[in-house]
C-alpha cells in the first residue's frame, strides 16, 4: 500500500484519506460513474422497497449461519486453541494483495483448519485497482493454491470508502472482472462474491447490482454496521436492522447480476476505552457487556429474518472490538462466552418464528426436537419462571430465579416436554 494511503496496524483498516485535493481529483475523474450510481438508486430504490413485502424467506442453513473473522496471523497458537473452544465451523480470513508473500502462510492456517468452511476476503489496495494485470495475476496465483481449500472468495471489500482504494462503483466492477474472468477461462468451480459495500448505503449496491458488466455474483457481501446508531433495534433514516437486511434482500432478489445469496461478511461495536484499537471515536463506542448483547441481538435479528446466510462477527482477537482482548497477553471478553453459547445453541438450530411488540422479542426455534425459546426486551421487564421452563442467561448460566428479568440481555429459555 503506498502513498497517499496507509494501513492502520491498531484498527486493521486504512488510516483516513488525507490528501483532500487528491480525492476531489479522483472523484471529478470519476463522475460519470458516480451520477451513474445516483440515478439508478434515484429509481431502483423506490421500487426495491415497495418490493420489499413480496420476499419470502428461505431456510436458512444454520450449521454454516454462524461465522467468524479471523486474523490468521496473530497469537496463532492461541488463535488455533481459542477456535478448537468454541467449535465454530465457519470462519472467514482476510488476505491484503499489497501482501501476497504471506499467501504460504495462510494457506498453512486454512490447511489446520481444512474440516471448517472458509471464506477468504480478498482486500485491494489503489495499485491493484489501477493495474489491472496486476490484479488479474495475484488472483491466479490466489487460486492456483486455494481453489480447493477455500468455499467463499470475497473480492474486494469497502468499495464506498475511498481509503480503501476505489473512487467509483465503475472501478470496482473492472476490479470484481478480473476475478470473474479469471474464474470463466481456469476455475469455474469456485465461488465468487461481492461488492462488499459497508454500512447503510446501499445505492452503491445497487449500482453493482444492475449494471452493464459482463459479470456476475455467487453472492452479495455487506459490511453492514449499525454500531453508530446504538441497539441493533434503533433506527437509521426508519430502518432498524431487521428493516435493513429486508431491504438489501429484496435488492439481491431483483437482481439479475447475482444468485440469490447474502452474506455479511463485517460488523461488530467498538468497545469504551480501547483507543488507540478502537474504529471510531470513543462516541461510538460501548462497555463490554452492551458488546455482548448488542452483538447476540444482532445475530437473533439476522437469523429471524432467514435471508441472511451468514454472519461473521468482527472479529476473534482484537483489543477495539474482538471477543479476546491481546494487549496484555490472553484476555477473553464477556462476548466470547456469549459467541460460544450461541454457537452451542443455535448452530443445528431450526428456526420456527419470530415475534415482536412495543420492543419485547422472542425468536422461537427448534433445538434437538426441543421448543426454544429466547426472550429480550428493550425496556425492563419480568416474566414467572414457569416450571415447564430450562432457563440460561446469555452467556450459558442457569437461571433458577421464580422471576426472571427480561431486559437488554437475551435469555434462552427451553420449554420442557414442548415438541413440534
Not at 106 to 124: G, H, V, Y
Not at 171 to 187: I, M, P, S, V
Not at 288 to 313: G, I
Request: charged share 25%; with cysteine; aromatic share 14%.
Amino acid at each position: 500500500m503506498k502513498a497517499p494511503f496507509s494501513w492502520d496496524n491498531y484498527s486493521d483498516q486504512p488510516a483516513q484519506l488525507k490528501d483532500k485535493a487528491y480525492k476531489k481529483s479522483m472523484r471529478l475523474k470519476e463522475r460519470s460513474s458516480l451520477i451513474t450510481t445516483f440515478l439508478l438508486a434515484l429509481f431502483l430504490l423506490p421500487f426495491s422497497l415497495l418490493a420489499m413485502p413480496f420476499v419470502r424467506r428461505k431456510e436458512v442453513n444454520s450449521q454454516e449461519f454462524f461465522s467468524l473473522g479471523v486474523d490468521f496471523e496473530r497469537e496463532t497458537q492461541e488463535t488455533q486453541a481459542l477456535l478448537d473452544e468454541l467449535g465454530v465451523q465457519h470462519i472467514l480470513l482476510r488476505l491484503k494483495l499489497w501482501e501476497m508473500h504471506k499467501l504460504p502462510q495462510l494457506k498453512s492456517f486454512i490447511e489446520q483448519n481444512s474440516s471448517k468452511k472458509i471464506t477468504l476476503k480478498i482486500l485491494q489496495d489503489r495499485e491493484h485497482v489501477e493495474d489491472l494485470r496486476l490484479t488479474q495475476k495475484d488472483f491466479k496465483t490466489i487460486f492456483d493454491e486455494l481453489h480447493t481449500l477455500v468455499d467463499i472468495f470475497e473480492i474486494g471489500s469497502s468499495i464506498n470508502r475511498a481509503k480503501w482504494g476505489f473512487f467509483s462503483v465503475r472501478e470496482y466492477l473492472n476490479f470484481y472482472k478480473a476475478a470473474f474472468d479469471l474464474r470463466q477461462k481456469e476455475f469455474p468451480n469456485i465461488k465468487l462474491i461481492g461488492s462488499g459495500v459497508i454500512d447503510f448505503e446501499f445505492y452503491y449496491t445497487i449500482h453493482t447490482l444492475f449494471n452493464f458488466c459482463k459479470c456476475k455474483f455467487d453472492g452479495i457481501s455487506a459490511l453492514l454496521y449499525v454500531d453508530r446508531r446504538g441497539a441493533p433495534e434503533n433506527t437509521q433514516l426508519g430502518f432498524a436492522l431487521s428493516d435493513k437486511i429486508a431491504l438489501l434482500s429484496t435488492m439481491v432478489w431483483l437482481s439479475p447480476k447475482t444468485k440469490q445469496e447474502l452474506h455479511i461478511t463485517e460488523t461488530n461495536w467498538p468497545i469504551s476505552g480501547t483507543a488507540p484499537y478502537a474504529p471510531t471515536s470513543e462516541y461510538e463506542c460501548i462497555d463490554e457487556s452492551s458488546y455482548a448483547d448488542f452483538m447476540l441481538r444482532y445475530y437473533l435479528h439476522a437469523f429471524a429474518s432467514q435471508q441472511v446466510d451468514s454472519v461473521s462477527w468482527h472479529q476473534l482477537i482484537a483489543p477495539g472490538y474482538g471477543l479476546v482482548d491481546n494487549r496484555e497477553g490472553i484476555k477473553k471478553r464477556a462476548a466470547f462466552e456469549t459467541y460460544k453459547y450461541m454457537y452451542k445453541t443455535l448452530h443445528n438450530a431450526q428456526f420456527l418464528r419470530f415475534d415482536s411488540k412495543r420492543g419485547y422479542y422472542i425468536l422461537q426455534a427448534l433445538v434437538k426436537e426441543q421448543l426454544l425459546q429466547i426472550h429480550w426486551s428493550l425496556q425492563e421487564t419480568t416474566l414467572k419462571n414457569e416450571d415447564f421452563f430450562d432457563v440460561y442467561s446469555r452467556d450459558g448460566k442457569p437461571i433458577d430465579d421464580e422471576i426472571l428479568n427480561i431486559g437488554s440481555s437475551p435469555l434462552y429459555i427451553f420449554i420442557k416436554d414442548a415438541q413440534q
